[in-house]
């Protein structure tokens, strides 16, 4: 079995409300979804979402370092040699994990498909097949952002995020009116995405925790791990690394500095399940917790994050698998997610691979 050629297409689909963060706002989730051929006829799916105003990649630059760069170190490999495929794309472009990841996916979901299993046992075993998942309340003002979160946690969810960082009283104000909206054992958690200054974030911190804050995601610069640390030993809320964390190194790195208690390990961002799993077994080593986080993705995607949650024991977070549910309609993989409005729990299907039921792309981009 050798990989013999690659197919692209892009997909869009609108968000239901535009998805927005401290460094930006989308109206619609654009993805890049890849599917790996080999010479005997078996293929595998992966998907690639470029955000840009998080990550700085546009999906033009996705598209060509996989079609000029990634793909092409690949053709004639065994798919299912997938430390070696990582070694050929390092070799062949430095960085850009979003089009590695896309291709790392694909590789796995051809190498499960081939085995038989669900994507979940070739990542190593399957702790459960039903995952948890975060809602992540939509913006709003605060009286609309507490009755959406506290709808859904009566719908199962049991674990809500806000998005904050841009105005830290603010943040304070909306954990407050949210928590007194919520039943008792729901975790309430915000992201900061990089937003607080270094001077005044511990304050802001100690007033989020007396709001009734458990988790707090990414409240300063990617860099400042120093800041990190001294936060999380006040010990008044748990901290979460989202941007720190792009590469095993960098997870290494936070470890060492004692930074934080959970890492929001996103399979695009860190360059796949591959570095996903080198990044959860420094974790669990550690002792840390581990967050399984989206970008977000459409069905593919959230389908490969939601075997690797299942697959983890130290993912005791509930993962973010919400792209699907963010949009119009789910193009890719609806079914897993049909019933999750309902639950709270992405329910994990039998299938071989990653879990959708895709067959194949007849697109003009293709490699090999």
Not at 61 to 78: E, S
Not at 231 to 252: F, I, K, N, T, Y
Not at 256 to 273: E, M, Q, S
Not at 301 to 321: E, G, N
Request: net charge negative.
């Amino acid at each position: 079995m050798q990989i013999a050629s690659f197919h692209t297409r892009t997909v869009r689909a609108r968000y239901r409300r535009p998805f927005a963060i401290s460094s930006g706002t989308s109206a619609e989730l654009v993805t890049l979804l890849v599917e790996v051929r080999t010479t005997d006829g078996a293929s595998g799916f992966g998907e690639a979402s470029p955000m840009t105003a998080y990550t700085g990649e546009t999906l033009d630059g996705l598209a060509a370092a996989l079609t000029g760069y990634a793909a092409p170190a690949l053709i004639g490999r065994d798919p299912r040699d997938l430390a070696g495929a990582h070694a050929a794309m390092d070799a062949a472009i430095r960085g850009q994990h979003l089009a590695k990841a896309a291709l790392d996916m694909a590789l796995h979901d051809l190498a499960a498909r081939a085995a038989g299993w669900p994507l979940r046992l070739l990542l190593g075993g399957a702790v459960t097949d039903r995952v948890p998942t975060t809602w992540v309340v939509g913006l709003g003002t605060p009286a609309e952002m507490a009755e959406e979160a506290a709808r859904y946690a009566r719908l199962g969810f049991r674990h809500l995020k806000l998005k904050g960082g841009e105005d830290p009283p603010a943040d304070v104000a909306l954990v407050r009116t949210v928590r007194a909206g919520l039943p008792d054992g729901v975790e309430l958690s915000l992201d900061a995405n990089e937003g607080y200054a270094p001077a005044t974030a511990a304050r802001t911190v100690d007033a989020l925790a007396d709001a009734g804050l458990d988790l707090l995601e990414q409240p300063l610069p990617r860099w400042d791990l120093a800041g990190l640390a001294a936060l999380r030993a006040r010990g008044r809320v748990r901290v979460m690394a989202d941007e720190s964390l792009q590469s095993v190194h960098d997870a290494l790195e936070l470890v060492r500095r004692d930074a934080v208690d959970v890492l929001n390990i996103k399979v695009l961002k860190v360059g796949g399940l591959h570095r996903a799993r080198q990044i959860a077994a420094i974790a669990e080593t550690a002792g840390l917790a581990v967050k399984i986080g989206s970008m977000p993705e459409l069905g593919v995607a959230t389908l490969a994050a939601a075997q690797l949650s299942a697959a983890l024991p130290c993912a005791t977070v509930p993962a973010d698998l919400v792209g699907p549910l963010l949009v119009d309609e789910e193009p890719l993989a609806p079914g897993p997610f049909a019933d999750t409005l309902a639950t709270g729990e992405v329910e994990l299907p039998e299938l071989p691979g990653i879990g959708h039921e895709l067959t194949a792309l007849d697109d003009p981009v293709s490699v090999g």
